[in-house]
């Protein structure tokens, strides 16, 4: 299993979509956060599960809401 590092940016995003989910209905943020995990746990254990784009990203899509998480892998 291979460690996930975020940009500090990350954090902020996350708190910011956490809340708005929050807001629209109660308890959807919670939804939303184990769909987050859920893919990072993923990506974790197959960091090669997504093709990689021009820029040399790769994205995840989260399941039931409309985001992408890009990431890169890093050798050690």
């Known amino acids: 299993m291979r460690p996930v590092w975020f940009k500090e940016q990350v954090f902020q995003d996350l708190l910011e979509i956490y ?5 629209e209905q109660p308890g959807l943020s ?3 956060e184990e769909r987050f995990d859920t893919a ?4 974790e254990t197959n960091p090669s599960a997504y093709q990689t784009t021009k820029r040399g990203f790769r994205a995840a899509q989260l399941k039931q809401f409309p985001y992408r998480i890009f990431y890169k892998g890093v050798r050690n």
């Open 19 to 23: 809340e708005w989910y929050e807001n």
């Open 40 to 43: 990072i746990n993923f990506l």
């Open 30 to 32: 919670l939804k939303f």
